[in-house]
């Protein structure tokens, strides 16, 4: 009996194991939330929008195949309660931080009724990219497509909610 449990101990371990490292392979470089951008602001030679847009929920994702992911939901300027004249946006990676460079854009993809896209792409990756940041651009007003990407509406990053940082606080004390 103490040879069985042993040996479904072992083997469970194992399993486990071999879990973990399939999903290390996955592969991916980058990962992170997405969030919508404030006028005035320059991130790889890139100006932001002329005005606040806010996303409910964002994410993309970075492998080292260069295969790309961006999920954006609810992406909206709050003044009008919807994307305005944006009908479709496009995804450019930065490398080198906020005053790095774009080096490389996907084809632009239309915004969904709801305010919603997905962008999936396979881009070109620099062998090196310190500081990346994958920037969500206009790249069509009024369903007419621009002739490159333009500002960048929302980007890879954070906002934190005031309420719950200091609940975490709170916890922490």
Do not use: Y
Not at 41 to 60: D, H, Y
Not at 82 to 94: C, E, I, M, Q
Not at 120 to 128: M, Q, V
Not at 148 to 171: N, V
Request: hydrophobic fraction near 40%.
């Amino acid at each position: 009996m103490t040879k069985v449990f042993v040996r479904a101990v072992l083997l469970g371990g194992l399993l486990a194991g071999v879990f973990v490292l399939s999903a290390m392979a996955e592969g991916f470089l980058f990962r992170s939330t997405i969030s919508g951008s404030n006028p005035n602001t320059v991130i790889g030679g890139v100006p932001s929008g002329g005005a606040p847009w806010t996303v409910q929920r964002g994410s993309a994702a970075l492998n080292d195949d260069g295969h790309l992911r961006v999920e954006v939901r609810d992406l909206i300027l709050p003044k009008l309660g919807n994307p305005g004249p944006v009908t479709s946006v496009s995804a450019s990676l930065v490398c080198g931080g906020s005053g790095g460079t774009v080096v490389a854009t996907t084809d632009p993809m239309p915004l969904s009724g709801d305010e919603n896209v997905e962008i999936e792409a396979g881009i070109k990756l620099p062998d090196t990219c310190f500081g990346p940041i994958v920037l969500v651009r206009a790249a069509g007003f009024n369903g007419n497509p621009l002739p490159q990407a333009g500002p960048w509406i929302a980007a890879t990053g954070f906002t934190s909610d005031s309420e719950h940082d200091d609940k975490d606080d709170k916890d922490r004390k």
